[in-house]
């Protein structure tokens, strides 16, 4: 009976982790696109007579703006440096003097990183006499935001899928150990017990079993969220502590929630059954 018990616990524990890896990317999908939008980045050039003085006022100044999530300078040095990892130490040979601008690297809000949104972005920062050109990348913006509309709408089908087979296959575990207990029940609607008295203890063994696998599910998600870390440290800075928190409530309503309503139709329908039903 003990073996049967833990098999049904682990059973219902690996199908709550599903659950439980779904709604952690449901939960966190704005975040998660919020992520790659921000990452993007927009280059300002300047002028080639442009001081450093007046780049570092510039920078100032595009940090204030509504749409910047941040700003680097980049300098002709790091600019330089940059250039020739690319195309190799040699190609400065052919200027006089080193043809790298000043320029600047920003990240937007996400909100901003939209089309219509990117040419307003442009516009904005080629109004300064400092900027000579503004690459916004806009391809690249929109090719992402049709992927993320695309893998949004995935992971929401993925989601109800998984929920709907979470469903089934922990009331079909429940339904095998119950199915097993028939005749115990059977006896004790022979000595007079009600169907409240016979749910009672079933249910009782449900909030406990249900309540089990969720804190299993949560420690094997939690073990499997921490290991991801230690090779992604960014992603604490996607996922906040108050969605993990979610998900761990919406792990243990599903846990317990499934197993106690599949332990009251089944009770319900064996209470109900014939005595020749129960052979079968």
């Given at each position: 009976?003990?073996?049967?018990?833990?098999?049904?616990l682990?059973s219902?524990?690996?199908?709550?982790?599903?659950?439980?890896?779904?709604?952690?990317?449901l939960?966190n999908a704005?975040?998660?696109s919020?992520?790659?939008?921000?990452?993007?980045?927009?280059?300002?050039l300047?002028?080639n007579?442009v001081s450093?003085k007046?780049?570092?006022?510039?920078?100032?100044?595009?940090?204030?703006?509504p749409?910047?999530?941040?700003?680097?300078l980049?300098?002709?040095?790091?600019g330089?440096?940059?250039?020739q990892q690319?195309l190799?130490e040699?190609f400065?040979n052919v200027f006089?003097?080193?043809?790298?601008?000043l320029s600047l690297e920003?990240?937007?809000?996400?909100?901003?990183?939209?089309?219509?949104?990117?040419?307003?972005?442009?516009?904005a920062?080629?109004a300064?006499?400092?900027?000579?050109d503004?690459?916004?990348?806009?391809?690249?913006?929109e090719a992402?935001?049709?992927?993320i509309?695309?893998?949004s709408?995935?992971l929401?089908?993925?989601?109800?899928?998984?929920?709907?087979?979470?469903?089934?296959l922990?009331?079909?575990?429940?339904?095998?150990g119950l199915?097993?207990?028939?005749?115990s029940?059977?006896?004790?609607q022979?000595?007079?017990?009600?169907?409240?008295f016979?749910?009672?203890p079933?249910?009782?063994?449900?909030l406990v079993?249900g309540?089990?696998?969720?804190?299993i599910?949560?420690?094997?998600?939690?073990?499997?969220?921490?290991?991801?870390?230690?090779?992604?440290?960014?992603?604490?800075?996607?996922i906040?502590p108050?969605a993990?928190?979610l998900?761990a409530?919406?792990?243990i309503v599903?846990?317990?929630?499934?197993?106690?309503i599949?332990?009251?139709?089944?009770?319900n329908?064996?209470?109900?059954?014939?005595?020749?039903?129960?052979f079968?």
């Amino acid at each position: 009976m003990a073996g049967a018990y833990i098999s049904s616990l682990l059973s219902i524990s690996l199908v709550l982790v599903l659950v439980g890896a779904a709604a952690l990317l449901l939960v966190n999908a704005r975040r998660v696109s919020d992520y790659f939008r921000e990452n993007m980045r927009v280059s300002v050039l300047l002028y080639n007579d442009v001081s450093e003085k007046a780049a570092e006022a510039l920078k100032a100044e595009v940090d204030s703006l509504p749409f910047t999530h941040s700003a680097t300078l980049i300098t002709r040095e790091q600019g330089t440096r940059e250039l020739q990892q690319m195309l190799g130490e040699d190609f400065l040979n052919v200027f006089e003097s080193t043809p790298v601008p000043l320029s600047l690297e920003l990240t937007l809000k996400a909100p901003y990183v939209s089309a219509d949104s990117l040419e307003k972005v442009k516009s904005a920062l080629k109004a300064s006499s400092l900027v000579e050109d503004v690459d916004s990348r806009s391809m690249l913006v929109e090719a992402l935001n049709s992927n993320i509309s695309r893998i949004s709408l995935i992971l929401a089908v993925l989601t109800a899928l998984m929920l709907f087979i979470s469903v089934v296959l922990i009331s079909n575990t429940v339904r095998l150990g119950l199915h097993a207990r028939r005749f115990s029940i059977h006896t004790m609607q022979l000595v007079g017990a009600t169907r409240g008295f016979i749910r009672k203890p079933f249910l009782a063994r449900a909030l406990v079993q249900g309540l089990l696998a969720s804190l299993i599910a949560i420690a094997v998600l939690g073990a499997g969220l921490w290991f991801a870390w230690k090779g992604f440290p960014q992603l604490f800075g996607i996922i906040r502590p108050s969605a993990l928190a979610l998900v761990a409530l919406i792990i243990i309503v599903c846990g317990v929630g499934i197993c106690l309503i599949s332990t009251w139709f089944v009770v319900n329908r064996l209470v109900a059954m014939d005595n020749d039903e129960l052979f079968y």
